[in-house]
């Protein structure tokens, strides 16, 4: 059983959400967690689950101190939405899928540290990406509990997002596993829409054009029977 604190010393503590640090480490960390972040809550929009990025993981009760704020982590089974932290004794749910954009100078902490950390906390899968391609090889690697051990991955598959994973420059690129559908970034969402909408006006003057050349048609026919009319032909009278 989880241990808990009585409701007037928990209210005495306080649980920071900042430590006034920098959220990444350079521009390419920083781009690839904010699209990793946003690409998952789209992705995740629909269901019982939320997607944080650099928040604090608190994961003794009564201990502040005792924290770790992964890049993105995904949470099943819990209320949708932001949090300016995540207590793991008030949400009931350990993060299932934690992110960390690695670098040189997080290389220890990420690759030791935070993978025994997540390993103990039973986090199912926990990937490293190096968007500079500084240590990690081919950029990026992850890991799946097995039991109560951390084993690598080796097809490149999450099991919880059912979600292909690749290197896509300094981006992680994901693909679903049942349509094959790459996720779009922000901005490639932005393309696909303004092209959505092109391709829509495009059809609505093309719909216009035809409705404008049937009545051109229509009058020309008409302006033909007056013809025939003016010269005593009945034109209902012509195969």
Same mark, same amino acid.
Do not use: C
């Given at each position: 059983? /989880?241990? =808990?604190?009585?409701?007037?010393?928990?209210?005495?503590?306080?649980?920071?959400? #900042?430590?006034?640090?920098?959220? #990444?480490?350079?521009?390419?960390?920083?781009?690839?967690?904010?699209?990793?972040?946003? @690409?998952?809550?789209?992705?995740? #929009?629909?269901?019982?689950? /939320?997607?944080?990025?650099?928040?604090?993981?608190?994961?003794?009760?009564?201990?502040?101190?005792?924290?770790?704020?992964? &890049? @993105?982590?995904?949470?099943?089974?819990?209320?949708?939405?932001?949090? &300016?932290?995540?207590? %793991?004794?008030?949400?009931?749910?350990?993060? /299932?899928? %934690?992110?960390?954009?690695?670098?040189?100078? =997080?290389?220890?902490?990420?690759?030791?540290?935070?993978?025994?950390?997540?390993?103990?906390?039973?986090?199912?899968?926990?990937?490293?990406?190096?968007?500079?391609?500084?240590?990690?090889?081919?950029?990026?690697?992850?890991?799946?509990?097995?039991?109560? %051990?951390?084993?690598?991955?080796?097809?490149?598959?999450?099991?919880?997002?059912?979600?292909?994973?690749?290197? &896509?420059?300094?981006? %992680?690129?994901?693909?679903?596993?049942? /349509?094959?559908?790459?996720?779009?970034?922000?901005?490639?969402?932005?393309?696909?829409?303004?092209?959505?909408?092109?391709?829509?006006?495009? #059809?609505?003057?093309? @719909?216009?054009?035809?409705?404008?050349?049937?009545?051109?048609?229509?009058?020309?026919?008409?302006?033909?029977?007056?013809?025939?009319?003016?010269?005593?032909? &009945?034109?209902? =009278?012509?195969?």
């Amino acid at each position: 059983m /989880t241990a =808990t604190l009585p409701v007037s010393v928990e209210s005495e503590i306080f649980y920071p959400s #900042a430590d006034g640090q920098p959220v #990444a480490e350079t521009y390419d960390h920083l781009y690839a967690l904010l699209t990793t972040l946003e @690409v998952l809550k789209q992705y995740l #929009a629909n269901r019982q689950a /939320t997607v944080l990025g650099n928040q604090f993981l608190y994961y003794a009760q009564g201990f502040p101190k005792l924290r770790v704020a992964p &890049d @993105v982590m995904v949470i099943f089974d819990v209320a949708p939405g932001g949090r &300016d932290n995540y207590k %793991i004794w008030e949400e009931g749910q350990v993060p /299932t899928v %934690i992110f960390e954009m690695t670098s040189f100078g =997080t290389k220890g902490q990420d690759e030791i540290f935070k993978k025994t950390l997540y390993e103990q906390l039973g986090v199912k899968e926990y990937w490293l990406f190096d968007p500079k391609g500084e240590w990690v090889e081919q950029q990026l690697s992850g890991y799946r509990l097995r039991g109560e %051990i951390y084993e690598p991955i080796q097809d490149g598959r999450s099991e919880p997002l059912q979600l292909r994973l690749v290197v &896509d420059g300094r981006l %992680i690129g994901f693909y679903r596993e049942d /349509t094959g559908e790459k996720l779009l970034i922000p901005n490639e969402l932005a393309e696909a829409l303004r092209q959505e909408v092109l391709a829509r006006q495009q #059809a609505e003057e093309l @719909v216009e054009q035809e409705r404008q050349r049937a009545e051109h048609a229509e009058l020309q026919i008409e302006q033909l029977k007056a013809r025939l009319r003016s010269l005593n032909v &009945d034109p209902d =009278t012509i195969q």
